[in-house]
C-alpha cells in the first residue's frame, strides 16, 4: 500500500506562485505514474500534471503549460507541483494520484489510479 499526503495549498494573490508536495510512504514511487489532479467547485476532477510510468516523461494541461512544473526528489519519495503565474481559475482543490502499472493513454483517467492523497485547497484571489 503506497499513502499519499498533499500540503502547500494555500491563499495567493493572481500572478503568485505556490509549491504542492505530495509525500508518498508506504513504498517508493519512484518509477509510478504520478499525476496531480483538481478539482474546483461544479467541476470535474481533471489532470493537470503528471509523470508517465517509469518516471522520466512529463505531460501537462494545456491551459497550464509552461506556468506549472512537476518534478519529484527520489530520495524523498516526493513529488512537487510548482505553479506560477496563479490565476483565478486555478482555483481547485489539489490531488496526488499515483499507480505503478498506468500505461500511457490513461493517464488522465482518474479512474486508472489506485492510490490518492486526501487534497490541499489552492485559492487564487486579490
Known amino acids: 500500500q503506497v499513502q499519499l499526503v498533499e500540503t502547500g495549498g494555500g491563499l495567493v494573490q493572481p500572478g503568485g506562485s505556490l509549491r504542492l508536495s505530495c509525500a508518498a510512504s508506504?513504498?517508493?514511487?519512484?518509477?509510478?505514474?504520478v499525476a496531480w489532479f483538481r478539482q474546483a467547485p461544479g467541476k470535474e476532477r481533471e489532470v493537470v500534471a503528471a509523470?508517465?510510468?517509469?518516471?522520466?516523461?512529463?505531460l501537462y494541461k494545456d491551459s497550464v503549460k509552461g506556468r506549472f512544473t512537476i518534478s519529484k526528489d527520489n530520495d524523498k519519495n516526493t513529488v512537487y507541483l510548482q505553479m506560477n503565474g496563479l490565476k483565478a481559475e486555478d482555483t481547485a482543490v489539489y490531488y496526488c494520484?499515483?499507480?505503478?502499472?498506468?500505461?500511457?493513454?490513461?493517464?488522465?483517467?482518474?479512474?486508472?489510479?489506485?492510490?490518492w492523497g486526501q487534497g490541499t485547497q489552492v485559492n487564487v484571489s486579490s
Open positions: 508506504g513504498r517508493t514511487i519512484r518509477r509510478y505514474a
Open positions: 509523470f508517465t510510468r517509469g518516471g522520466s516523461t512529463t
Open positions: 494520484a499515483a499507480d505503478p502499472y498506468l500505461i500511457y493513454s490513461d493517464v488522465g483517467r482518474q479512474t486508472a489510479y489506485d492510490y
